[in-house]
């Protein structure tokens, strides 16, 4: 009964938690009659007006409010979200007097337009930059790897090596035998007297005249 009871309170949770959001089209789709932006002059204040954005959120009012702080005449500039569920924000200006909030918010979010612009010409520029680096990479690579084949790299130095060694075996045994047969010739030509007599066995032992 214990678990089945916390269950349901689990459920009713999300229920709950799910009706509260605000369906994914409400947050930037203007309704019948809304409008995207309407100000109220604050009256405490001089030179200050509050703009309230509708379907709009933290995104659009944190650019605006940081451009604003860096136009001309501008001595305030500051934004909140009355609540996450409501998809509105209020932005309030104030001016030294020269503008009128009204002015400084049109010319703030001229330059936040051209400085997107900007961004969106550097961002994309940089971006081809590393598509042709990419690619020569790739192409250096698979020139390299046909260059080498996919086998000679392998077979090379096996047949080099085994080249070698045939030789040598080959020279050594030719050798050997050259010099084994010579040295009968030569012990052989003595005995059958076909060649020049070699020196005496008294001559080679010191015992000669």
Do not use: W
Not at 28 to 49: H, M
Request: net charge neutral.
């Amino acid at each position: 009964m214990g678990s089945m009871h916390l269950n349901t309170s689990r459920n009713l949770n999300r229920q709950q938690v799910a009706d509260s959001q605000p369906i994914s089209t409400e947050l930037f789709l203007l309704g019948p009659g809304e409008k995207k932006v309407t100000e109220e002059v604050d009256p405490r204040v001089s030179s200050c007006s509050i703009f309230t954005f509708n379907r709009e959120d933290h995104t659009l009012g944190n650019m605006i409010r940081s451009r604003l702080l860096r136009t001309p005449h501008v001595t305030f500039s500051g934004y909140k979200v009355p609540h996450p569920s409501v998809p509105h924000f209020l932005l309030r200006v104030q001016t030294d007097g020269d503008i009128t909030p009204r002015d400084a918010l049109v010319q703030a979010c001229r330059d936040l337009v051209q400085d997107l612009a900007e961004f969106e010409k550097q961002f994309t520029k940089e971006f081809e930059l590393h598509k042709v680096a990419k690619q020569g990479a790739a192409a250096a690579a698979a020139a390299a790897q046909q260059r080498a084949g996919p086998s000679g790299t392998a077979t090379g130095p096996a047949t080099t090596a085994t080249g070698p060694a045939t030789t040598t075996t080959t020279a050594t045994a030719t050798g050997t035998a050259t010099g084994t047969g010579g040295a009968a010739a030569a012990a052989a030509a003595p005995a059958s007297g076909g060649g020049p007599a070699g020196p005496s066995a008294d001559v080679i032992m010191g015992e000669g005249a």
